[in-house]
Structures are given as structure tokens and as C-alpha cells.
């Protein structure tokens, strides 16, 4: 069976606070019931002043209580003797009968109590079922038994009350304890007792049961937003936030949806550009194509070895884009097949230099490389993907640095990291463009970018390459008009390098 939550925390404080009211009521109860009685027994024996006081007559005539030593019954006889109360005072005539606690008229009353029978006209109290001469029992100050109760006498089972006599103790008066109270009075305010007792009970139970409902429902409360807000992603509304009205971690929970919904709410975004720019760069090569085609096949265009080219170079276009697509994909999906071995990433790019010096001899860009043999910096990577990296960022260059033009390229090496850049001599970018070269398919000028064949996709590739090895590219305005693209790999292993090998470019070119 299915419980809701709000039922299950509801129950829980419900539960504990029963637990914790039963239990103190319940202790209450015994402890107050077990102390009155006590009190109740410490009273008995603080009447029984009149037998203390004739006790200390009987030591001054006998100091050893020799005579109630021998005579077990003596004891007693003068028990009941000094036990007896004083009689009542007599009632006076002339009360109206009305008045009078037996309802007789006073003549009546008169002659009753001139007879001595008005004490069986007032009502008496109920008879004691253990008397309380036969409850007591009398040891010396050595605590050696005397007269009464042949019991042994201890706290736990009896009251003490001292026979104090010239300042010295002479003897203990022990009177057996009540395991139950049979005195109506007594009684009564126990059962009154029992009945407060039981009565804030069950108030702290109510107010606990709303308490804890309120509660509930305020805990609980986030928790719907929470899941009224998951039930609209998944419908999704990435526009979808919940209000943050604690600090707690309800509160920590409330901000972390929001920021996931923003997060897809931003990639959803992405994923809509990303398929228009997609298909903006498929449809124009193959726009081309097909009016190509078209025009040949309506003999508009005649099939030569020059249209036959255009047609390739469109083909090989699309193709280029594929690929790339297919490249991002991958690295997306951590598939991006990776043959690690120890690479030194400053030789790599010294092998892609020589590849590309004539393309740049011919675009009139003069190519600056500042990168000493030494020190040898050995990675773990992928020879042919870092190959790949250089010749993005070279073809980058190519296709957009004015001629003529310069490109320097230096390295930094340093105890934690080795530093490679690429620092054309313009035109740069936009400022606000910077951040976003690396962004799949942005363009900063889409018409220039057509003209210059670019797709948007081979600063993005770059970045993928670099992260796979560990590594981060940035990109930033070099000074003067041109684009400085930094890459900053992983330290060396072992963490060290020679420091006498550390190269930095002139302060002009140095990383920022």
C-alpha cells in the first residue's frame, strides 16, 4: 500500500509525541502516587507524638527498656492506652436542629449527651483494615529490636522517627509502610491527581496532533513545488522556477532546480540554434549542388572538367562538415577514439609547421616560431588528434588573418604546466565575440565566414581535443588588432620540470 509522505511525517511526530506524553505522564503518575504514600506514612507517624512522648517516660523509668523486653504485651496495652484521643468538645445546646449534624432537635441532644452516647450519633470514619499499633515497632539506638512487629526494619519497608531524649537518641519508632492507601481522603486526591494528569495528556496530545499536521505541512510544502516544477520539465516548460523562501536544505535543493532548469533551459536553446545552424550549413552546399545538377541536366551548363571541380569542391564541403559533426558527436559521447602514448606536444607542432609553411609562404603570412629544443616536455596523448588541433588553428589563420600578416607561436614551461600560443597580427575580433569562438557553429560575421569557406565547427573541434587530453584553450584580443589563442596543458608527470629550460616570449607577447 501506497502511504504519501505527508501522511508518513505526519505520523512520525504523531507517534513520538504520543510516545514521549504516555511516558511522562506514566512516570508522573508512579512517581507521585509512590511519594505521596511516603508522605502519607511520614504523617502517621509525626501524630503519634503522644506515644514518642510516653516512650521517653518509659526510658527515663526503665533506660533499658527492660520491662517492654520482657513483656511483648506490654507494648501493646500502652499503645492502646496513649493511642486514645482526647474526647470531642461537646456541642452546644440551643443550635436549631436544622444545624445540628444529627438532625435531633437540641433537648434530644441534651439529654444524649448528658448520657454519653453522642458519639455513636455522629458519623465515624472508615475503620483502618491494618491498625496502626500493629504497624509499629520499637528498636534502642543500636537499632536492636524492643517490642511491636517482630519485622525486620529497613528504609525501603519503614518510616523511623527518632526518641530523642536529653539530646541523645534512646531509641527508634518504626512504622511499617502502606503498600496502598486506604484513607478515603487520600484516595480521593490521588484519583484527582490522576485525572490532571491524564487530562494534559490528552491536550498535549491534541495540540501535538496539530502541531505536527501544521508541520507537515510546512515541510512538505517545497516538496510539491518540487515535484509540480519536475512534472513541468518533463512537459518541458524549461522556464519553469520554484521560489526560494529557506535556508535550509529544502532551500539548498529549491536553488539547485532552478539552476538545473536554466541549464536545460540554456541547452534547449543550444539545441534549437544548433539545428538551424545545421541545417543552414547543409542546405547551402547542397543548394549548390543541386542547382549545378539541374542547370547540366538542363543543358543550361555544360558538363566540363571546371564544373565537374565546383561540383567536388561543394561535395567535399558537406563532407568537411559531416565530419566534423561526427568528430563533436563523438567527443560528446566520450567515444572520441584516443591513442595515448607518451607525445611531445612541442614536436607535434613543429611536424605541423613544416606542412603548412608553403600555404603560408603563398597567403604572404610570415610564420614566427619561438620553440627551443629544450626542455623536452612528454605527455600522455594523441600524436594525430594534437596534429589535428595545430592544423585547425592553422587553417584558422589561414582563412581569416589579412596578408600580409605575421603569426607568432611561442611556449611557456613552467614547474606545473607547458603553455603554447598562437598570436596573429589581425584583423581580431569583437570583444564580445571572444568568449564564443569555441562555441559550436557561431560565426562572427556569417557572410565573411561563407566567403571564406569557414563552418563554425573547427574552434569548437579544437576545444574537444583539448579537453580530452586534460588540457584548456582560451582564447583573447592580442595586443594590437590581432587574436591570441592560448593552450594550457596538464602538468608533466612527476609534476616537475627543469626549471633552467623555463622560456618566456617578450613581455609583449607573454600570456595574460
Request: glycine fraction near 8%; include cysteine; proline fraction near 7%.
Amino acid at each position: 500500500m501506497r502511504i504519501k509522505l505527508t501522511y508518513k511525517i505526519f505520523g512520525a511526530f504523531l507517534l513520538t509525541c504520543v510516545m514521549i506524553v504516555v511516558l511522562t505522564v506514566g512516570i508522573i503518575h508512579f512517581y507521585v502516587g509512590r511519594n505521596f504514600r511516603d508522605f502519607i506514612n511520614k504523617m502517621e507517624l509525626e501524630k503519634l507524638d503522644n506515644i514518642v512522648n510516653a516512650l521517653k517516660e518509659e526510658h527515663e523509668r526503665d533506660p533499658g527498656w527492660t520491662a517492654l523486653r520482657t513483656d511483648p504485651h506490654r507494648l501493646w496495652r500502652k499503645m492502646l492506652r496513649w493511642s486514645e484521643k482526647p474526647p470531642k468538645p461537646d456541642i452546644p445546646v440551643g443550635i436549631p436542629s436544622h444545624l445540628h449534624p444529627t438532625g435531633r432537635p437540641p433537648e434530644e441532644m441534651e439529654s444524649i449527651s448528658k448520657s454519653g452516647g453522642i458519639g455513636r450519633l455522629l458519623p465515624r470514619p472508615p475503620r483502618d483494615p491494618l491498625p496502626i499499633i500493629l504497624r509499629l515497632t520499637l528498636v534502642d539506638a543500636q537499632e536492636r529490636f524492643v517490642a511491636g512487629m517482630p519485622t525486620r526494619i529497613s528504609e525501603k519497608s519503614h518510616t523511623l522517627r527518632p526518641i530523642i531524649l536529653n539530646g541523645k537518641t534512646v531509641g527508634w519508632l518504626a512504622l511499617q509502610k502502606r503498600e496502598r492507601l486506604s484513607n478515603p481522603p487520600a484516595l480521593a486526591f490521588l484519583k484527582q491527581q490522576s485525572q490532571v494528569f491524564f487530562l494534559t495528556g490528552g491536550g498535549i496530545l491534541l495540540l501535538a496532533s496539530i502541531v505536527s499536521f501544521l508541520l507537515s505541512k510546512h515541510l512538505l510544502a517545497p516538496i510539491r513545488e518540487l515535484t509540480m516544477g519536475t512534472q513541468a520539465l518533463t512537459s518541458l516548460q524549461f522556464d519553469t522556477r520554484i521560489q526560494v523562501r529557506t535556508g535550509d536544505e529544502l532551500g539548498q535543493l529549491a536553488m539547485d532546480f532552478n539552476r538545473m532548469a536554466e541549464t536545460l533551459s540554456r541547452y534547449e536553446t543550444m539545441r534549437k540554434q544548433w539545428l538551424s545552424d545545421i541545417s543552414h550549413e547543409l542546405r547551402t552546399p547542397l543548394s549548390v549542388l543541386r542547382g549545378e545538377i539541374e542547370a547540366m541536366q538542363d543543358g543550361v551548363r555544360e558538363i566540363t572538367d571546371e564544373a565537374l571541380e565546383s561540383l567536388h569542391a561543394e561535395a567535399l564541403h558537406m563532407g568537411k562538415i559531416v565530419d566534423d559533426l561526427h568528430e563533436l558527436s563523438l567527443a560528446d559521447s566520450g567515444a572520441l577514439r584516443m591513442e595515448r602514448q607518451p607525445t611531445q606536444p612541442v614536436a607535434v607542432l613543429k611536424e605541423t609547421l613544416k606542412l603548412f609553411e608553403t600555404r603560408f609562404q603563398q597567403a604572404r603570412i610570415a610564420i614566427a616560431a619561438d620553440l627551443p629544443v629544450e626542455p623536452k616536455v612528454t605527455l600522455q596523448g594523441d600524436a594525430s588528434r594534437l596534429s589535428q588541433l595545430y592544423t585547425n588553428l592553422l587553417e584558422n589563420t589561414l582563412r581569416y588573418a589579412d596578408a600580409p600578416g605575421t603569426l607568432r607561436i611561442w611556449r611557456e614551461v613552467s614547474s606545473d604546466q607547458l603553455s603554447l600560443f598562437f598570436e596573429d597580427s589581425g584583423p581580431g575580433v569583437p570583444q564580445e565575440s571572444v568568449d564564443h569562438l569555441f562555441d559550436r557553429l557561431y560565426k562572427v560575421d556569417a557572410s565573411r565566414t561563407r566567403n571564406k569557406g569557414g563552418s563554425g565547427l573547427g574552434l569548437a573541434i579544437c576545444k574537444a581535443i583539448a579537453e580530452s587530453h586534460g588540457a584548456s584553450i582560451h582564447a583573447s584580443s592580442a595586443p594590437g588588432s590581432g587574436l591570441r589563442i592560448g593552450i594550457l596543458f596538464p602538468p608533466p608527470p612527476h609534476g616537475k620540470q627543469n626549471q633552467k629550460g623555463k622560456h618566456h616570449a617578450p613581455s609583449e607577447y607573454s600570456h595574460r
